[in-house]
Structure formats: structure tokens, C-alpha cells
């Protein structure tokens, strides 16, 4: 199984970028997909999740209303579409797989599972 995230960059405040996330080896209708990122200095927390089964999504307090997680069941692909990005945005983002039995109805429940399959990451750095 593999995921390959990409999209990162330089993107100056106020600015949008869009994360991608392609997945190999497994067929993600069957999975949770989720988005974490790891800040400087500090640990990593999860961004937002999309669960394979009514695809609900959830996410983080810091970037409600501003990134909208989506999935191309036909791509195999999970995108993270990051608006009104401020420097505190910077991070490494990294995609995630979960098999979808799986349950979690929150962000907190979803970073406390264990995530199966990890992508490299990606950095997206936010000048002021």
C-alpha cells in the first residue's frame, strides 16, 4: 500500500493551496482517509478526516471552515483544499488510511486510532 501526498509549497497568508493524496494497493471506498500535519516543534495532530461510510468528515477547530476534505472514489484520490491559510498553517501534512470498520465521530476520536498507512508528507510553509 502506498500514498503519495503532494501539493505543498510556499503560499504567502490568506492564500489557498490543495493537498492530493494518491492511493495504491488498496481501494479507498473501503477506508477512512484522514489528514494530519506536524508543526516545528510541536506534534502531530490530526487536520480533518473523511469516513468511507457516509463519508462524514470532520475537522480540526483551528481549520473549520477554512480546508474542505474530499475523495475521487474513481481516482483513488484524497484531496485537502486549504483556504485563508495563516503562517500557524505551516507544517509537514501527511494523508492517512484506516479500514473502514474502523468507527470514530470526532476528531479527537479519529487521532486516537491507529492508523494503518502513512504517506511521506508533504510541507506547506504560510509567509506573513
Known amino acids: 500500500v502506498q500514498l503519495q501526498a503532494s501539493g505543498g509549497g510556499s503560499v504567502q497568508a490568506g492564500g489557498s493551496a490543495r493537498l492530493s493524496c494518491v492511493i495504491s494497493?488498496?481501494?479507498?471506498?473501503?477506508?477512512?482517509i484522514g489528514w494530519f500535519r506536524r508543526a516545528p516543534g510541536k506534534e502531530r495532530e490530526g487536520v480533518s478526516f473523511?469516513?468511507?461510510?457516509?463519508?462524514?468528515?470532520y475537522y480540526a477547530d483551528s481549520v473549520k471552515g477554512r480546508f474542505t476534505i474530499t475523495r475521487d472514489n474513481d481516482k483513488n484520490t484524497v484531496y485537502l483544499q486549504m483556504n485563508s491559510l495563516k503562517p500557524e498553517d505551516t507544517a509537514v501534512y501527511y494523508c492517512?488510511?484506516?479500514?473502514?470498520?474502523?468507527?470514530?465521530?470526532?476528531?479527537?476520536?479519529?487521532?486516537?486510532?491507529?492508523?494503518?498507512?502513512w504517506g511521506q508528507g508533504t510541507l506547506v510553509t504560510v509567509s506573513s
Open positions: 494497493g488498496v481501494t479507498i471506498e473501503h477506508y477512512n
Open positions: 492517512a488510511a484506516l479500514w473502514g470498520a474502523k468507527y470514530f465521530d470526532d476528531v479527537a476520536s479519529a487521532q486516537a486510532l491507529g492508523w494503518e498507512y
Open positions: 473523511s469516513t468511507n461510510i457516509g463519508e462524514r468528515t
